[in-house]
């Protein structure tokens, strides 16, 4: 898919996808982290809400897949966007969010040097938007800075087998914001940053699970 726009094969059914109207935009995560994206039309706000974007823009619509993914790599040429956050690191990032006005700020600072680089290109095929991302309510407590007292630690087991118990307070994309209940049901002290993106192709079996929580952590508590 993205050597189509340079002149790759693919299949007509991933074809007809790719003649689709793409979005391009440009996403920054927690720790300010900033990357330049592509979302199809049908799945403009969905692409932002499965990658865990903290604050976003649109900053382009794009006739097709490929005019899009021209744009794409001409911003990461010209710009240093990259294309790619990884996991981990936003998970990483969302333990000490940083001020949502210092990412609205950051975002909307990358987004205007976007524009202004596609704004004089001689290329046609898209146009220019000016559109802030709406991020799910769902995903506001893991993205905002902790409360004063509060503490919040990543998640201290690994999902690669075990018990695991979580009670999901709020979720970004593929990173959850948990409680962990004891054996009583009752959580401990703080909350926990958890990568459930570590669960898929896994087996999972409901029930009333408890993390087991390393002894080094005690002090945490």
Known sequence: MHDFHRGGSVPAGLRAYLMQPHWLYVAT????????????????????????????????????????????????????????????????????????????????????????LLGGLAMTGFALVEEEWERPALADRLCTVRATGSSRHPYPAAFDGGG?????HSLSGAIALAGLPDAEGNEVEGSFVADLGALKGRKIEFGAHVTEIPALQDSLF
């Open 29 to 116: 995560f927690a720790n300010g982290a900033t990357k330049v994206g592509t979302a199809s039309a049908p799945r403009k706000w969905n692409r932002l809400a499965e990658q865990g974007a903290v604050q976003a823009s649109y900053v382009a619509l794009a006739e097709d897949g490929r005019v899009v993914r021209v744009l794409e790599d001409l911003v990461t040429r010209e710009l240093g966007l990259v294309q790619q956050v990884r996991s981990a690191a936003k998970a990483a990032s969302l333990v000490e969010p940083r001020p949502g006005v210092e990412l609205v700020a950051t975002n909307r600072r990358h987004a205007a040097q976007v524009r202004g």
């Open 164 to 168: 695991h118990g979580l009670r999901v």
